[in-house]
C-alpha cells in the first residue's frame, strides 16, 4: 500500500512528461509507462484518478490526444500528396535520378474522409465491377474527379503488375518516362 501512496503523488514534471508522451504516442498506457519509469505496472490508474480530479489536466490530456490525431492526419497527407524522394537506380546501381512516391492508398483514404459517398474497394474488386458489376457511384463525382480517381487507379494498377514482375523498388532506367530520364 505505501507503494500506491507514492505512485499517486503526481508532480507537475510527471503530469508534463505523461502529456508529451500522449501527445508523441497517442496511448495512454505507453504515455503513462514513460512518465512513471519506476511504477509497478503501467501507472495508468494515477493519471486517471488525476483526470477525474483535474479539469485543466483532463483538457490537456484531450489536447494531447487531438494534438497526435492531427499530426498522423497530417503525415497521411504528406506521404499522399508530397510524398517521399526515394532513388532511381541504374542496372549498374548508379543512381540516376529521383523520383516521387506517393501513397495512393492514402490519397484514398483521404478523398473518403472527406468525400463520405466515395467508399474505395479493393484492386480486385474495382476492377470486376468496373466492368461488369453495380453502379459503384462514382456518377457522383464531378468529371476531373473522375479522371483523377481513373489516373491512381491506373498507376497502382501498374504499380501492382510491376510488384508482381519482380522488378522490386528499383526501376530499370530504360523503363523510366522520359521526364524522369532526363532529371
Known sequence: MPRRSKQAHLTP?????FLEALHAC???TRAAKLASPDASGSGI???RDERKRDPEFARAWDEALEQH??????ELYRRAVV???????????EVVGFRTI?????????VRAHAPEFTPRSESTVTAKVSKGPDLGLGKLS??????LRLILEDELAREQQRALGSGDTAPYSALPIEERER
Open 69 to 74: 490525431a492531427g499530426d498522423l492526419v497530417a
Open 45 to 47: 490508474q494515477t493519471f
Open 13 to 17: 514534471q510527471r503530469k508534463a512528461a
Open 26 to 28: 497517442g496511448v495512454v
Open 83 to 93: 510524398g517521399d524522394q526515394v532513388p532511381i537506380v541504374s542496372p549498374k546501381g
Open 102 to 110: 506517393r501513397s495512393d492508398k492514402l490519397l484514398l483514404e483521404a
Open 143 to 148: 468529371p476531373e474527379n473522375q479522371d483523377r
